[in-house]
């Protein structure tokens, strides 16, 4: 079965720092380039961060540019978001999405994860 499973979410104070994860079961991630989108209550889901197959393009939605970061490791079949400073607003459902190419176009998503909650929140 291939699967996606995220981990790593919580409540964290503002300023603080997660690092989410994002595994993958039944596939290689190898080939796949990687999404991280986030949907806040009454929101639409959004485009976080991508990153390519070969982790050689990496690419951020305005947001989180400068807090976030994205990485690979293929040898683990895992992708991660390193998450720091923070904010109320970043508080959503974090999904990660294997697909084509790193874009925020969801449509070119083949699989996604059941999400993993983030609250920032003193």
């Known amino acids: 079965q291939l699967q996606l499973v995220e981990s790593g979410g919580g409540l964290v104070q503002p300023g603080g720092s997660l690092r989410l994860s994002c595994a993958a079961s039944?596939?290689?991630?190898?080939?796949?380039?990687i999404g991280w989108f986030r949907q806040a209550p009454g929101k639409e889901r959004e485009g976080v961060s991508c990153i390519s197959s070969s982790g050689g393009s990496t690419n951020y939605a305005d947001s989180v540019k400068g807090r976030f970061t994205i990485s690979r490791d293929n040898a683990k079949n895992t992708v991660y978001l390193q998450m720091n400073s923070l904010k109320p607003e970043d508080t959503a459902v974090y999904y990660c999405?294997?697909?084509?190419?790193?874009?925020?176009?969801?449509?070119?998503?083949?699989?996604w994860g059941q999400g993993t909650q983030v609250t920032v929140s003193s």
């Open positions: 999405a294997a697909g084509e190419g790193c874009y925020f176009y969801q449509d070119t998503y083949n699989y």
């Open positions: 039944g596939f290689t991630l190898d080939y796949y380039a």
